[in-house]
């Protein structure tokens, strides 16, 4: 087996994908606090996902592990911990962790190497320890697989405005979303801070979101720990952008998917797909509309596709209309069950991480855009 992942889209050979199983609401923490009273769980509550919620994500990401093996594709799973167990590190103890449902938050593949991100949220602080058994298999399978982990944050009280939830929750939307376009959510800049899934690989570029969970810290470690890569820090109308991958997504060369409702909000990415004669075409309309019971996911997660190779992608069996879309641009959709899915923590593309998919680092932008 090898370590080698450059972009979206070249052919698929091996994935992670996560699993549902001990999946917690968290208790509340500086970076996130969540209040769901319809569902059984209020401010300050917290406890394992409803056994027949989780039975059922289980199921379905055990189908999808199925479907991928059919394609020929190596699956790998997750080593659950216990998430209800609480955690502490010298600076703070945190009631509970979350889960190991979602690979793409954690884990960022650029070419040979795998690379733990930061996180930002304390329940998220230990996740990297359900995939270690993997890592350190894919490190004595592949000796030129490079083994990274970013500088695990502190986490302290420094890296979170104080009293923001409490200030968001107050706004109405369109303060909220103000609030958005000018960055200020809950992190601050004490400490670099990433997660995998704000970064868009594309060859020699990444496209990296300034996000609730992502800081210019974050992008600026980043850029300096890939000094060979272009790092474009990309930005969308939203009022807590949480990772880009049901915001913007890179289907092959010359094509990317955007969400009609947030919309970029730096000139210079639609002028570099401009220059580089890349299409960008508004997804189509969710099935759904609004959230999940328990999920602090959108109804976006319908944009939210794994593609297989330049001709082949996944996406979720109810998304009809996003289906119909991806086959009329070309591509052959394999429709896969998921919704129950997404109160674990994402879809198709947030429940995998790859490992392998053949090809090498190309440059598909050679046209720059200065200052982006
Ligand atoms: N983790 C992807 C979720 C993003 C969204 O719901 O918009």
């Not at 994500?57 to 199925?66: M, N, S, T």
């Not at 601050?188 to 868009?200: C, G, H, I, R, S």
């Amino acid at each position: 087996m090898r370590v080698n992942s450059w972009n979206e889209w070249d052919p698929l050979k091996h994935i992670i994908v996560g699993r549902a199983v001990g999946t917690m609401v968290q208790a509340p923490e500086p970076a996130v606090q969540r209040d769901w009273p319809e569902h059984g769980f209020s401010l300050g509550t917290f406890g394992r996902f409803p056994k027949e919620m989780e039975e059922k994500a289980e199921e379905l990401l055990d189908d999808f592990a199925e479907i991928l093996e059919s394609h020929g594709i190596r699956v790998d799973r997750p080593t659950p911990l216990d998430f209800s167990q609480p955690v502490q590190t010298p600076d703070w103890k945190q009631e509970t962790m979350f889960g190991c449902m979602a690979p793409r938050d954690l884990l960022l593949v650029i070419g040979n190497e795998i690379l733990e991100a930061t996180m930002s949220y304390r329940s998220r602080w230990f996740e990297y320890l359900c995939y270690r058994p993997l890592l350190e298999q894919y490190f004595k399978e592949d000796s030129k697989m490079r083994w990274e982990a970013a500088p695990k944050p502190r986490l302290t009280d420094r890296s979170y405005k104080k009293g923001y939830w409490e200030k968001f929750n107050a706004m109405n939307h369109n303060e909220q979303l103000e609030s958005g376009k000018a960055r200020d959510w809950v992190l601050t800049e004490a400490e670099p801070l990433f997660d995998a899934a704000d970064v868009a690989r594309c060859g020699k570029d990444l496209f990296v979101q300034a996000s609730t969970a992502t800081n210019s810290a974050g992008t600026d470690w980043l850029r300096r720990h890939f000094p060979d890569h272009r790092i474009h820090v990309v930005h969308f109308l939203e009022d807590s952008p949480l990772h880009i991958d049901a915001t913007f997504v890179l289907l092959r060369p010359g094509l990317a998917l955007s969400n009609p409702e947030r919309p970029s909000l730096v000139p210079g990415l639609k002028e570099l797909f401009d220059k580089n004669d890349w299409e960008i075409v508004e997804c189509a309309e969710p099935a759904r509309h609004g959230k999940a019971s328990l999920s602090f996911c959108s109804q976006w997660l319908s944009m939210n596709c794994l593609v297989l190779d330049s001709e082949t992608v996944c996406v979720e069996a109810g998304e009809t209309a996003q289906i119909k879309q991806l086959e009329k641009l070309g591509f052959d959709v394999i429709s896969v069950p998921f919704w129950d899915v997404s109160p674990f923590g994402g879809g198709l593309h947030c429940a995998t991480a790859d490992v392998c998919r053949e090809g090498t680092c190309r440059d598909y932008f050679p046209e720059q855009i200065e200052g982006f």
